[in-house]
């Protein structure tokens, strides 16, 4: 009997995901199964801290060029100081950001959908883009806010590709953990 509840303990450890990645300094986590790889990576200004997530089978592959499948980045910005879930949910939610955020974007990318999702209580904004430089490349960029500041997940893959991606974007966009 004992050794039937050893092996039902060890089946429910190895389910689990794996703890991949945790920036101690801002409290950005990702967390995901050992089928990907999470690593610090370079964080481009105005980030803080920047991690890159690849397949560990390389599939999904990496968009050709590119070092990861997705980067998981976060900013922090003071001006969100003392703002409740509530009130930043009520912002992100509203059309006027989601024109606000679209605008800020629209000389490199043209939209081909948006739409929004829920990241550990907070709304996040899910914007899928094509750039104007690279016609066959799309990015898929999610967006939430909280009180210490912005994460971003930005996912690259070739427009062919985009429908079987999303579904691995969406589950590495969903085991971020944002600074709170």
Same mark, same amino acid.
């Given at each position: 009997?004992? #050794?039937? /509840?050893?092996?039902?303990?060890?089946?429910? $450890?190895?389910?689990?995901?794996?703890?991949?990645?945790?920036?101690?300094?801002? !409290?950005?986590?990702? *967390?995901?199964?050992? *089928?990907?790889?999470?690593?610090?990576?370079?964080?481009?200004?105005?980030?803080?801290?920047? #991690?890159?997530?690849?397949?560990?089978?390389?599939?999904?592959?990496?968009?050709?060029?590119?070092?990861?499948?997705?980067?998981?980045?976060?900013?922090?910005?003071?001006?969100? &100081?003392?703002? *409740?879930?509530?009130?930043?949910?009520?912002?992100?939610?509203?059309?006027?950001?989601?024109? =606000?955020?679209?605008?800020? =974007?629209?000389?490199?990318?043209?939209?081909?959908?948006? /739409?929004?999702?829920?990241?550990? !209580?907070? %709304? !996040?904004? &899910?914007? $899928?883009? %094509?750039?104007?430089?690279?016609?066959?490349?799309?990015?898929?960029? /999610? =967006?939430?806010?909280?009180?210490?500041?912005?994460?971003? $997940? /930005?996912?690259?893959?070739?427009?062919?590709?985009?429908?079987?991606?999303?579904?691995?974007?969406?589950? $590495?966009?969903?085991?971020? *953990?944002?600074?709170?």
């Amino acid at each position: 009997m004992r #050794f039937a /509840s050893s092996l039902v303990l060890v089946a429910a $450890i190895l389910a689990t995901p794996a703890f991949a990645a945790e920036d101690a300094e801002t !409290g950005l986590a990702v *967390t995901l199964p050992d *089928t990907f790889v999470v690593e610090a990576a370079e964080s481009p200004p105005p980030y803080n801290v920047t #991690f890159g997530v690849k397949s560990a089978s390389d599939e999904p592959a990496t968009l050709e060029g590119e070092k990861y499948l997705c980067q998981v980045s976060f900013q922090s910005v003071p001006g969100n &100081e003392g703002l *409740t879930l509530e009130k930043i949910n009520e912002q992100i939610g509203s059309p006027s950001w989601v024109a =606000m955020a679209k605008d800020g =974007m629209s000389s490199i990318f043209d939209f081909v959908s948006d /739409s929004s999702f829920e990241l550990d !209580g907070y %709304k !996040g904004h &899910e914007f $899928i883009g %094509k750039p104007k430089q690279a016609e066959n490349v799309r990015l898929v960029l /999610s =967006m939430v806010e909280t009180a210490k500041g912005r994460t971003a $997940i /930005s996912c690259v893959t070739d427009a062919d590709r985009l429908d079987a991606v999303l579904p691995a974007f969406r589950t $590495i966009r969903d085991s971020v *953990t944002p600074p709170v």
